[in-house]
């Protein structure tokens, strides 16, 4: 059978696309679990922080190690794991980026938080969260449009519960915030 260069260039080019498809359908199910745990710390602490005000401190403190471990742990997995590694903590350049990248991250919470001086608990909650939607958008414009769309419903969802919610604030953000980083991670883990 004669192939035309015209038909393999085509055929190359549907190789090309469907190769783009699957690497960002791995990204997405490399992504599932991060936003399952960061879904499920946000619906924990807020939702203590709502119905036991005086254990917020913990619930927040704890909620957050266990994300952060569960995290690195996952990221390890993934790194050892993956034959085309796409954003695993891994040595070389790649690898020193994404641990800066965490540095980055670690260091703007307090430094946003000293600039901005006292803030109420309400406000740090929702300025704190509103910064992690902005960054599932900006992950989005890499991985794709499904991560982007979860920043978007979330900063949303923080943005109403915060303008018009009143006493229950916290519980909003449990199952909004929460629940929508959970409900994109299983969307995301089926696709």
Same mark, same amino acid.
């Given at each position: 059978?004669?192939?035309?260069?015209?038909?393999?260039?085509?055929?190359?080019?549907?190789?090309?696309?469907?190769?783009?498809?699957?690497?960002?359908?791995?990204?997405?199910?490399?992504?599932?679990?991060?936003?399952?745990?960061?879904?499920?710390?946000?619906?924990?602490?807020?939702?203590?922080?709502?119905?036991?005000?005086?254990?917020?401190?913990?619930?927040?403190?704890?909620?957050?190690?266990?994300?952060?471990?569960?995290?690195? +742990?996952? %990221? *390890?997995?993934?790194?050892?794991?993956? /034959?085309?590694?796409? @954003?695993?903590?891994?040595? !070389? $350049?790649?690898?020193?980026?994404?641990?800066?990248?965490?540095?980055?991250?670690?260091?703007?919470?307090?430094?946003?938080?000293?600039?901005?001086?006292?803030?109420?608990?309400?406000?740090?909650?929702?300025?704190?969260?509103?910064?992690?939607?902005?960054?599932?958008?900006?992950?989005?414009?890499?991985?794709?449009?499904? +991560?982007? %769309? *979860?920043?978007?419903?979330?900063?949303? /969802?923080?943005?109403? @519960?915060?303008?018009?919610? !009143? $006493?229950?604030?916290?519980?909003?953000?449990?199952?909004?915030?929460?629940?929508?980083?959970?409900?994109?991670?299983?969307?995301?883990?089926?696709?």
């Amino acid at each position: 059978m004669d192939v035309s260069k015209n038909e393999a260039a085509d055929a190359l080019t549907v190789i090309l696309r469907v190769d783009d498809q699957m690497l960002t359908l791995r990204r997405y199910a490399h992504l599932a679990p991060f936003l399952i745990v960061w879904g499920l710390v946000w619906t924990g602490a807020n939702s203590v922080t709502d119905l036991l005000p005086a254990w917020t401190g913990r619930a927040w403190l704890i909620g957050s190690a266990i994300g952060l471990l569960a995290s690195v +742990l996952w %990221g *390890i997995r993934i790194g050892r794991r993956s /034959a085309r590694p796409i @954003g695993a903590v891994r040595q !070389g $350049p790649r690898g020193r980026s994404l641990v800066m990248m965490g540095l980055v991250i670690a260091g703007y919470f307090p430094a946003m938080y000293a600039v901005l001086g006292p803030l109420s608990a309400r406000q740090a909650n929702a300025f704190g969260s509103l910064a992690w939607a902005f960054g599932y958008m900006v992950a989005g414009a890499w991985v794709g449009w499904r +991560l982007f %769309g *979860i920043g978007v419903i979330s900063a949303a /969802a923080i943005v109403f @519960g915060y303008l018009f919610i !009143g $006493p229950h604030y916290y519980l909003w953000m449990a199952v909004c915030g929460g629940g929508a980083l959970i409900a994109g991670g299983l969307w995301l883990r089926g696709v």
